[in-house]
């Protein structure tokens, strides 16, 4: 019973994942997730899911459920009596859905196989020590938490035979110290690769609600899939107007300013954070740059070209640079990136997401070529 339990429990699982795999660009772009549980669950609303069951034909006769009735009269109550419930509410069914909890872990498998997102390799050293004990042997001796009973038994009889002492007709198997045997372990150490990604977004009064929400939902995404990928991981927040602070996640994604527009204030910014506390040998670096594309001036952006080149570039994994569509934003940013890089630079990774239906292929854009 319990394994038939298990089968169809993992089965069930495997039609939710095909499920949500099938919709995914619904969940990306009109944010269907309901919310996180902890650090590594998450909740998604699923429609009904009919789960197969046996139904008459229509030459069925008799049996339970036939004969006078109408469907929805109670079993055993007479035809004329008021029902409880009955009203006059709408009489059409709604649309029922069921809550289906998921590991981040599931989520990014899903991501991957919808978008064909290739494994990271990783780059510089591998920082984290991760330890795990496996029982691999048996010992002589230990903590009783770990005496292995059945080879205390197979010794403790094996030495009452050899010795003479047992007895068949009344057998009594009482181990001696001698006799007790005991679970075993080794530690197994493995180095994990480590990552930080660097998020900074433009909060000038030209990037609006609709903005952040995209930038939002994207970098909820790229988290689940470099989270994925990296045992460690870490995550900064800097935001910009003609001048760029640190802030935390929530500050991130609310903060509206009205002033001007400084991006190399926030690729200086980076560049500080990356020199102070992550090593480009031991850490795998990922900044995220989204904005609407308009700088204060042309001196400014030489500015940033300048930093990118002798800088950035040559300690983070990739540098990658979102334009989100906006009505007052001239989009001229992304085209002195291009410009200066080139469409298909291998450290610079360019996307346009015009409104939330390109979040799926920004996400693709920027992890797709698995550094």
């Known amino acids: 019973m319990s394994n038939n339990i298990k089968r169809d429990h993992a089965r069930f699982r495997q039609i939710v994942k095909g499920k949500i795999k099938q919709d995914l660009k619904k969940y990306v772009t009109h944010g269907e997730m309901i919310g996180r549980k902890g650090k590594d669950r998450v909740t998604i ?15 069925e006769q008799g049996g339970v459920g036939q004969g006078e009735g109408k469907p929805g009269d109670a079993v055993g109550q007479g035809q ?11 009489n059409q069914g709604g649309e029922h859905t069921i809550e289906v909890d998921l590991t981040l872990q599931e989520l990014a498998e899903i991501l991957g196989e919808q978008l064909e997102l290739p494994k990271i390799e990783p780059r510089g050293h591998k920082t984290l020590k991760s330890k795990t004990d496996k029982y691999t042997g048996i010992a002589n001796q230990g903590p009783n938490s770990l005496r292995h009973f059945k080879r205390t038994f197979r010794e403790t009889l094996k030495r009452q035979i050899s010795s003479g002492t047992y007895d068949a007709d009344k057998p009594m198997i009482i181990p001696i110290k001698k006799d007790m045997r005991y679970r075993s372990w080794k530690s197994d150490v493995r180095h994990e690769n480590s990552a930080v990604i660097i998020y900074m977004m433009d909060v000038s009064g030209s990037m609006g609600d609709e903005q952040k929400e995209i930038v939002r939902t994207e970098a909820f995404w790229i988290d689940t899939w470099l989270r994925s990928q990296y045992k460690g991981i870490e995550t900064r927040y800097i935001i910009h107007d003609a001048t760029a602070r640190e802030v935390d996640e929530q500050t991130f994604f609310k903060t509206r300013e009205s002033g001007g527009t400084l991006i190399s204030s926030a690729y200086k910014l980076c560049e500080k954070i990356i020199d102070t506390d992550y090593s480009p040998s031991e850490w795998n670096i990922y900044p995220f740059h989204f904005s609407d594309g308009d700088n204060w001036s042309g001196e400014d952006t030489r500015v940033c070209m300048d930093l990118l080149q002798k800088s950035l570039l040559a300690k983070t994994n990739v540098f990658c640079y979102g334009q989100v569509e906006s009505r007052y934003g001239s989009g001229q940013f992304y085209k002195d990136l291009k410009e200066q890089f080139g469409g298909d630079h291998e450290s610079v990774i360019l996307s346009k997401i015009e409104n939330k239906e390109g979040i799926l292929q920004s996400i693709k854009d920027f992890l797709g070529k698995g550094r």
């Open 45 to 59: 609303p699923l429609p009904q899911i009919d789960i197969p069951h046996f139904r008459f034909g229509e030459k």
């Open 80 to 90: 004329g009596e008021e029902q409880p419930g009955e009203g006059q509410a709408g």
